[in-house]
Structures are given as structure tokens and as C-alpha cells.
């Protein structure tokens, strides 16, 4: 039951990549830059959900109260939310319940990670710690392994080619050539990815996204809060949160993350829209396959039938179904537990209009997907501007 | 006879025979530790021995691996439809090419030193 609307009022982002800012440093950065950019005073924020995955990475667990200090608000309370890759839309909802539920007026999120202090091995170890690691990982499988699978799966049952998902992987390349945030600024053509070494065949290299470090971060707040503050009216609509059997033998199929569909699900009915209402979408294209899944358990695309919209160039930025002109996680980076904050970030400046006219979508109203390993935590979030 | 436990699921594993949890309500079967089955609800859960052999679902030739395998790439991990239809996760060792290991291979779980389920080709 919502008991009152609430808006994003403000948000931040630092460059993601690898960055020489330490957790605390990225997280309160982002954050001052959301408070600031809402012109809250930084005493009306009732506490903050803070985001992170891998701070073990830093030597560093119970980040909150670090970030709360570094804020001069140390006597606000800050919890830490950690739903692997959907920390951060999971910590976005979090902080919305305060706000909707009547607890706060405002309120703060911000997700943040940095693994690039990690060898490969050990961030890939990292990232597989948030599988079902006893029968996923015992048994070999690395995070790509894991959707390198589901991408097998794909393929055997719609026909789905190795160059479908190199497409998915060009343009989102080319998104974020102009996404000044963005880890990675290199075009890439098919002919690259394809020639790109394996991690985890059927996917290569090209096809994952990679180990960024950075942070991102919303402050919500009432609708009377919003107006007082006299910016952009930026509404959630409707925010969903679902899961899925956490080990991929557990699941009826493996092409589709049934979690994915029931968090749409919800964040559309509580929208009271359909996913054809839905102008613009940031999807969790950890790796390429993944985008084409989130197209279809959305239900941006029929089942098996993502690949073709992505070829026919419908989901670039001035396509009829425009899907991460940021980048996504695939160029724009991963830092973890800040991906879904980050799609929060985007979503704002797309809805205000703050972007280059490259990637500009003109959208009204966007839903961004984010996914914890292989569907085992799935966030939806629609944003609409109101004015 | 008391739930069981993951310790012995692997100690029964290492010895070549699979058991999963087995709702005594409706049948259902789970690899991985169930306490309340997913499909009636029922908590009376017991275990039940999987058949050693079953086709591969889906699989991938792992060429960068975590800690615990980086003897052993590359390798396949895979998703085995056992014959009895229950799915299981694995891995097979030596597999190098996709060509090696392709979608309906049959294969057989080994025993072995490791934690997790090995099979091989059968």
C-alpha cells in the first residue's frame, strides 16, 4: 500500500572506471552532488540506504557511518543494502518506502563500489560469491559463466547468434561515446567483438561488461518537499522488487529471469501503465545476452525476438524502443552495488533533457531494470517527469 | 529421518551417488537444500538418490575461472537434465572446444576430491 507519492529530487554520479577515490571518498562525492543538485539542506535528510557489494574488496564492511561522518551528519542513521549487482535499485526502494510510508520527508540513497584495487582472478572470484556458490561456483562457474550459459541456452532455443549479441554490445559502445560519465570511450565495430578473446564461451570479451569502480546517488523526498525545492518533478511511479531461484538448476528455463517479469510487473501496475507506455528503458546488460533477456522478460520484445529490434537499430537512442543510451553497464561500467543508482541518474538527466544530443531520447517516462547475479534479485523503477 | 544436510550431500557426492531434497508432499526434487517445497508448500521434506547419468541443457567452456579452478581450464560447467528430469549443476573437466561437449551430450557423474559435481562424458 503507497501511502504518498515521492520524487527524485536530486541525484549524483562520479566518472565510473577505475578511480583513485576510496569507497567513502566515491560514495560522499555522488551523495553531495545529488543533495546539492536538489538544494535540500543536508539536515532535513532523515538517513541514507547505502549500497555496496564487494567493500571487503577495500577492507571495508558497515560503509554507512563512514559516509555519514565524511557528510557532517554522522548522527543520521545509514544502513547497508546489498543485493549483489541490484544493491543499488534495491537501496533506491529502500529509502523510497521511508519517504511513501510516511517514516521520512527525505531521504538519501547512494551506491558505491570499487574493485579495482582486485587481480582478475580475485574479482572474478568476488563477483561469483554472489551466485548460489555451492552449486554454482563449486562446480566452476564464473560470473560470465553463468550467463555464458544462460546465453547457450538462448541460443539453442531461439536461434540466437553470436553476432546478435555483438550488436547489443556496438551500440552500446556508441552510447557512450557520448556519456561524459561513462568507463569506456572507444567505438567498437561486430568484427571486434567476434574477435575478442573467450571468457566464457559462447561470450567473449566484447560481450561483458567490466570491473568499474564509482558511485551514484538519489535523494527523495515528498511531493511537497519536491515543490518546495522548485525543481524538475520527477515521480516514481512505480517501483517493483522481485526474486528468482537463485541457482540456474533450480529454474524451470534459463532463458528468462521470472524475477525480472514480476518486478515489471509491479512497478507497471502501481504505475497503472503498460510496458508500451514506457518512452525509454536502462537495462542490466552485464553482458550482452543479458540485454536481449531483459528485453524480452520486460516484454519490450517477444521471446526470442529481442535480437531482431536490436539489429534494426529500434533500440538506439532515436529508435522507437530507445535501450541504455547511456551505455549501459556494458560501456558506461559496472561498479556493482552503484549500477542501479547510476540507471536512477540517467534516467533523471534524460528525463530533464541533460544529455548530448546523440543519445537524447526525448522520454517522458523510463523503467530501468537491475538485476543481483543471474536474477536472484531483480529491481524495476519508473520515473516520469511531471512538468 | 532427519533433513539433509549439505555436508552429507557432498560426502555422498564425492562417492559417485547424487541425492536431492524430495518434497513427500507432491515429488518435487531439488539439488539444492530445500526446507519448504516451492510448489505445495509442504515441509515435509526428504531425499531422494538421482539417477548418475542425463544430458547436457546448456553449457559453457570456462577459459578465465575462479581461484578454485584456475588448474583446471579450460573446462566446462554445465547444466545436466539427469534421467529422471531433475536438473543439476556440474562441471566437466577437459573440455576445451564447444564442439566437445554439445547440447544434449550424455554424461555420467564421477566421483571426485572436489566440491562440486564432476561429471564426464558417458
Known amino acids: ?387 | 529421518m532427519a533433513l539433509m544436510t549439505q555436508v552429507e550431500q557432498r560426502d555422498l557426492a564425492k562417492d559417485g551417488d547424487l541425492y536431492a531434497w524430495k518434497c513427500e508432499g507432491c515429488g518435487h526434487k531439488s539439488i539444492t537444500p530445500m526446507f519448504v517445497c516451492p510448489v505445495d508448500k509442504s515441509r515435509d521434506i526428504g531425499r531422494e538418490k538421482l539417477p548418475s547419468t542425463g544430458v547436457v541443457e546448456a553449457f559453457t567452456v570456462q577459459r578465465i575461472s575462479i581461484e578454485e579452478f584456475i588448474n583446471d581450464v579450460p573446462f566446462a560447467f554445465v547444466v545436466v537434465k539427469l534421467d529422471d528430469g531433475t536438473n543439476v549443476s556440474g562441471w566437466v573437466p577437459d573440455i576445451a572446444r564447444d564442439s566437445d561437449l554439445p547440447i544434449g551430450s550424455k554424461v555420467r557423474l564421477e566421483s571426485t576430491y572436489k566440491p562440486g559435481f564432476m561429471f564426464e562424458k558417458a
Do not use: W
Open chain 1, 1 to 387: 500500500m503507497v501511502m504518498r507519492d515521492a520524487y527524485v529530487v536530486g541525484v549524483g554520479a562520479t566518472q565510473y572506471g577505475k578511480l583513485a577515490a576510496s569507497l567513502r571518498e566515491s560514495a560522499s562525492q555522488a551523495a553531495l552532488e545529488a543533495i546539492d543538485s536538489s538544494g535540500i539542506d543536508i539536515d532535513r535528510l532523515d538517513g541514507a540506504f547505502i549500497a555496496n557489494a564487494l567493500g571487503m574488496a577495500e577492507k571495508q564492511g558497515h560503509i554507512g557511518p563512514l559516509v555519514m561522518t565524511s557528510l557532517g551528519i554522522a548522527d543520521k542513521p545509514a544502513s547497508t543494502i546489498e543485493a549483489a549487482c541490484a544493491s543499488g535499485a534495491s537501496a533506491f526502494r529502500e529509502a523510497y518506502v521511508n519517504v511513501a510510508g510516511g517514516f521520512s520527508d527525505a531521504y538519501l540513497a547512494v551506491g558505491v563500489e570499487k574493485v579495482s584495487g582486485l587481480d582478475t582472478i580475485t574479482a572474478t572470484s568476488y563477483f561469483a560469491y554472489a551466485s548460489d556458490f555451492v552449486y554454482e561456483g563449486f562446480c566452476g562457474a564464473s560470473f560470465p559463466g553463468l550467463y555464458a550459459t544462460i546465453a547457450r541456452a538462448h541460443m539453442a532455443k531461439y536461434g540466437t547468434t553470436v553476432e546478435d549479441m555483438a550488436h547489443v554490445a556496438v551500440k552500446n559502445h556508441a552510447n557512450a561515446m557520448y556519456n561524459p560519465k561513462a568507463h569506456f570511450h572507444k567505438e567498437i565495430s561486430i568484427e571486434d567483438v567476434l574477435k575478442s578473446m573467450y571468457v566464457a564461451s559462447p561470450l567473449k570479451l566484447y560481450d561483458a561488461c567490466p570491473f568499474s569502480d564509482g558511485a551514484a546517488a538519489a535523494v527523495i523526498a515528498t511531493k511537497e518537499v519536491a515543490e518546495e525545492l522548485g525543481g524538475p518533478m520527477i515521480k516514481i511511479s512505480g517501483i517493483g522488487r522481485a526474486g528468482s531461484p537463485a541457482a540456474l538448476p533450480d529454474r524451470n528455463d534459463i532463458t528468462s529471469l521470472s524475477g525480472a517479469k514480476l518486478a515489471a510487473r509491479q512497478a507497471l501496475d502501481q504505475a497503472g501503465l503498460n510496458i508500451g507506455d514506457i518512452d525509454a528503458f536502462e537495462v542490466h546488460d552485464c553482458f550482452t545476452i543479458a540485454e536481449l533477456v531483459a528485453m524480452e522478460d520486460l516484454g519490450i520484445a517477444e521471446a526470442g525476438k529481442a535480437a531482431a529490434m536490436v539489429r534494426d537499430g529500434m533500440t538506439k537512442p532515436d529508435g522507437e524502443r530507445p535501450v541504455n543510451a547511456s551505455g549501459g553497464l556494458k560501456a558506461k561500467g559496472h561498479p556493482v552495488a552503484a549500477t542501479g543508482l547510476g540507471q536512477v541518474y540517467e534516467m533523471v538527466q534524460q528525463l530533464t533533457g541533460k544529455v548530448d544530443a546523440h543519445r537524447k531520447t526525448d522520454a517522458k517516462r523510463m523503467m530501468a531494470h537491475n538485476v543481483g547475479a543471474t536474477g536472484g534479485s531483480v529491481a524495476c523503477t519508473i520515473l516520469e517527469a511531471m512538468n
